[in-house]
């Protein structure tokens, strides 16, 4: 569809919105977006291509100048220059400190907001559009935007000596207010954030939320950068929402998964669904100053299920699972996993897989042995994930779709062919709204569901 069959409205109480012209079956891709601005998050730095954001292995290269950026091939690098050759320089001036992600993705948007160049992503809805939340700020928040803005003068300043002289347009701390999201300075960290001091100020700005952007996540469903998409910006929240938003690489795909009537409000979820009504609620009044009154946060159905169990057992598998950071190394993997099996064997008979956390952990666990190679474990685990998944992502959900995937992948690796066809059909019929057909994603998929029907058919 074209963007000119969605169009911006007054959403009643929460300011705009958008909405189609007509009327849409589920699985349609409504919009196709470009980044105004992208960055690798920082956990994630050197593991993934700068450009593409798509391969993680070894054999990523290096830019010789900063050491910091990373590519998976001479075109990537040739193709992301334009992006990075200013970042590159600041990046090397500050070494070996690495700003925050807030402060790399705000220095980009002012070198692209110098360069003024003309991107598709705008066509809704422009960077100058974006709402800053300044006026929810309270004047501990402001000084924190501050600090921020003068973090990002400290980390431009071989590009930019002079800030007075940047058109007013680019002033650094209408961007933060603009990018970052109020919420994260209700904490009272910044009474000791010096703009001197770069390790703590970059420790506490990491846990930082950004409010107008985007989590890029890669086809594993893992979150890889934050980008910033202005026309999407518009489009406002529901923990059920009518359609959903995933990456190929770094471009941006709305899609919608019902059916969707002429004038109704477009609407994805900001947060992670999967958690029970009163943390969502806590979750979006911080991060986003609002209050939801979706269906799911009214009849608050799943609550009971999503906690069974004892109590005390799932608080400490919920700290478990929070402490828990993306590992780098195999040793950290089996450190990880040896956590999970502890936590699972000493829980056995006293929380259901339907408790969140416990669900989490069995995601964790599988995750650990996939990424040790320990085929027969991760396919035990994930197939205790599917009923739950089953449960609290019922309809189309590209969470579920990519869960499906794997452990279809999984059956298959262990040879349980007519199980594996099965799981990856599942998928397929999900993945086929979520992401549809041309996802390189599905295209994996296609790929494994004809391998495990060539071979069902020689056997
Ligand atoms: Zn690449
Ligand atoms: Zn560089
Ligand atoms: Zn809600």
């Known amino acids: 569809m074209e963007p ?25 891709l409504l919009y196709r977006a470009q980044p105004f601005a992208y960055i690798v998050s920082k956990e994630q730095l050197g593991g993934v291509c700068e450009r593409c954001l798509r391969s993680r292995n070894e054999h990523l290269q290096r830019c010789s100048q900063c050491k910091v950026a990373k590519y998976c091939g001479k075109s990537c690098q040739k193709e992301a220059w334009l992006d990075h050759k200013q970042e590159c320089r600041c990046l090397k001036s500050v070494e070996p400190n690495i700003p925050p992600d807030s402060v790399r ?46 973090t990002l003068q400290l980390y431009l300043k071989t590009e930019i000596q002079d800030v007075s002289r940047l058109p007013p347009a680019i002033d650094f701390f209408q961007i933060f207010t603009k990018v970052m999201n109020p919420g994260c300075f209700l904490e009272p960290f910044w009474e000791f954030v010096g703009v001197q001091c770069w390790v703590r100020l ?47 690489g770094y471009q941006l795909l709305l899609r919608s998964v019902r059916e969707i009537q002429i004038g109704e409000e477009l609407t994805i979820s900001y947060i992670e669904s999967l958690v029970p009504t009163s943390e969502r609620q806590k979750q979006l009044m911080r991060q986003y100053c609002f209050e939801c009154d979706c269906p799911l946060c009214q009849d608050q159905e799943k609550d009971a299920e999503k906690l069974a169990g004892e109590e005390h057992a799932w608080k400490e598998v919920k700290d478990a699972v929070n402490e828990m950071r993306y590992p780098k ?27 969140i956390y416990q669900l989490k952990m069995l995601d964790c666990a599988m995750d650990a042995c996939i990424n040790l190679e320990s085929w027969e474990e991760a396919l035990y685990y994930g197939s205790r994930t599917l009923g739950p998944y089953r449960l609290y992502y019922p309809g189309f959900h590209p969470l579920r779709a990519v869960q499906l995937m794997r452990v279809g992948k999984l059956q298959y690796s262990q040879d349980m062919f007519p199980q594996a066809l099965e799981t990856l059909k599942q998928a397929y019929n999900i993945m086929k709204v979520t992401h549809g057909a041309d996802h390189s994603l599905m295209q994996a998929l296609m790929e494994i569901k004809e391998q495990c029907e060539a071979v069902m058919r020689t056997q």
């Open 329 to 355: 190394s195999k040793e950290e993997w089996e450190r990880i996993l040896a956590r999970c099996q502890n936590l699972l064997s000493s829980n056995m008979g006293r929380l259901p897989d339907t408790n």
């Open 105 to 150: 993705l705000a220095g980009r948007i002012v070198f692209k907001l110098l360069r003024q160049s003309v991107c598709l992503s705008e066509r809704l809805y422009s960077f100058s559009n974006l709402q800053s939340n300044i006026e929810q700020l309270s004047e501990e928040m402001k000084d924190g935007l501050r600090h921020l803005a003068q």
């Open 202 to 248: 970059f420790s506490v700005v990491d846990t930082v939320v950004t409010c107008n952007c985007f989590t890029i996540s890669n086809g594993e469903m893992q979150d890889v950068g934050v980008g910033l998409y202005p026309s999407m910006s518009l489009l406002n929240h529901s923990c059920d929402p009518n359609c959903v938003i995933v990456f190929e």
């Open 4 to 28: 000119a069959a969605l169009e911006r409205f007054p959403s009643p109480g929460r300011g705009s919105g958008l909405r189609t012209r007509r009327r849409l079956r589920p699985g349609e």
